[in-house]
């Protein structure tokens, strides 16, 4: 059980003994079953596509932690974010010094009170880092009331809410290589995080800013431009040559993987990119 049939057929010839060929061996072992791989292999579990659909406010929330470079080479900082998948707004956000379960209790804690959800009323979705994936934030949740899903390992588009948010932040021109204390990387990303919520006309909410889809006023906001935008087109139709202007519709739904139809099945991915 613990030499190979090569290993054998030599070690047999050595003792001057000679049984058959190596082949011979390894035909034997096949017929009686015993040919299969001898080491213990990890067997990767089997992990399901998250398909989450938000169609209002606090009721799918997104969250993940990202690392700020320190004044010195090989010190972090870490950027703890919620946010509501449906408006993008970003419902709690903390920065600490490490990265573990008891921080994430307690920030997720504060950030559900503060947002006065419910029993049974919100997803929390993430991804599978340890303090994600922890049993004390598993057991915080349950408690609440507060349904948990995961991403599946190594797949980005799982989570693509809070992945952009970072993205979106650390490209903004005053974002620095590093910080040069906790208490500097706190202000920045306080103001940063303010003006994503509140200043930020994002693409994909119909150029509305996230503040305006979570608290109620995107109707309103929209009836306000669409407003000047037909006082534009009376005064001067000449310059509109297809059409009236028309502002961009707010999505009444958000998806984590939509569910795959006839039709998104047989689209070619540079079709479903676009889309």
């Known amino acids: 059980m613990d030499r190979t049939p090569t290993e054998v057929y030599a070690a047999l010839l050595d003792e001057g003994v000679y049984h058959c060929s190596i082949r011979t061996m390894y035909r034997i072992l096949a017929e009686e079953g015993a040919s299969q791989r001898r080491t213990r292999e990890?067997?990767?579990?089997?992990?399901?596509?998250p398909e989450l659909?938000?169609?209002?406010?606090?009721?799918?929330?997104?969250?993940?932690?990202?690392?700020?470079?320190?004044?010195r080479p090989w010190t972090w900082f870490y950027l703890y974010v919620i946010m509501d998948v449906y408006s993008r707004y970003v419902v709690g956000y903390t920065i600490a010094y490490q990265e573990n379960h008891s921080l994430a209790r307690e920030?997720?804690?504060?950030?559900?009170?503060?947002?006065?959800?419910?029993?049974?009323q919100l997803t929390l979705h993430a991804d599978r880092g340890s303090s994600m994936t922890s049993r004390g934030v598993?057991?915080?949740?349950s408690d609440l009331g507060v349904v948990k899903t995961h991403s599946r390992p190594h797949v980005s588009n799982d989570n693509p809410y809070s992945e952009s948010q970072f993205k979106t932040l650390k490209y903004r021109p005053?974002?620095?290589?590093?910080f040069g204390s906790i208490e500097d990387a706190r202000s920045l990303c306080g103001k940063l995080l303010d003006w994503y919520n509140g200043e930020h006309h994002h693409g994909g909410l119909a150029l509305l800013t996230p503040a305006m889809v979570h608290h109620g006023r995107a109707e309103e906001v929209i009836l306000q431009r669409q407003s000047r935008l037909d006082a534009a087109y009376q005064a001067n139709p000449a310059r509109f040559v297809?059409?009236?202007?028309?502002?961009?519709?707010?999505p009444a739904a958000v998806w984590?993987?939509?569910?795959?139809?006839?039709?998104?099945?047989?689209e070619t991915p540079q079709a479903a990119n676009e889309t």
């Not at 990890?42 to 596509?49: S, T, W």
């Not at 005053?174 to 590093?178: A, I, L, S």
């Not at 297809?242 to 707010?250: C, G, I, M, S, V």
């Not at 984590?256 to 047989?266: K, Y």
Request: glycine share 2%; charged share 25%.
């Open 42 to 49: 990890r067997k990767h579990g089997q992990y399901q596509k």
């Open 53 to 71: 659909l938000a169609e209002r406010p606090n009721q799918l929330w997104s969250w993940d932690i990202t690392r700020l470079k320190g004044p």
């Open 107 to 120: 920030f997720i804690t504060e950030t559900i009170q503060k947002q006065n959800i419910a029993r049974d």
């Open 138 to 141: 598993a057991l915080l949740l």
């Open 174 to 178: 005053e974002f620095p290589e590093r």
């Open 242 to 250: 297809n059409r009236p202007p028309a502002h961009p519709e707010l």
């Open 256 to 266: 984590i993987n939509p569910p795959v139809t006839r039709e998104t099945a047989n």
